[in-house]
């Protein structure tokens, strides 16, 4: 059984930052691109960041671009959202995703339960 745990969510102020993680089991984690998305209240899911399974490389959503990074550790199965210089509208759900599919494609197979970030003023 394939599971991805999200932890590190939390209450913040703007400007502070918070580290994400997601753990999973029951799949090859090296063989799988990992993403983070999040979902704002009333909100579509949005893209926020992948980390592909073969050499590492990263993608960024144009909103987080110089103030989040994602990374991963294959021999921990954990993928990894250090989010800087926060801001309100950043609050959401941030879900982790592990895909097969090419990150241009944008189809995950697998889904964490979601952890809260939310963001004061």
């Known amino acids: 059984q394939v599971q991805l745990v999200e932890s590190g969510g939390g209450l913040v102020q703007a400007g502070g930052s918070l580290r994400l993680s997601c753990t999973t089991s029951g799949l090859t984690f090296s063989n799988y691109n990992m993403a983070w998305f999040r979902q704002a209240p009333g909100k579509e899911r949005e893209f926020v960041a992948a980390c592909k399974r073969f050499g590492g490389s990263t993608v960024y959503a144009d909103s987080v671009k110089g103030r989040f990074t994602i990374s991963r550790d294959n021999a921990k199965n954990t993928v990894y959202l250090q989010m800087n210089s926060l801001k309100p509208e950043d609050t959401a759900v941030y879900y982790c995703?592990?895909?097969?599919?090419?990150?241009?494609?944008?189809?995950?197979?697998?889904w964490g339960q979601g952890t809260q970030v939310t963001v004061s003023s």
């Open positions: 995703g592990a895909g097969s599919a090419p990150v241009a494609v944008g189809r995950y197979d697998y």
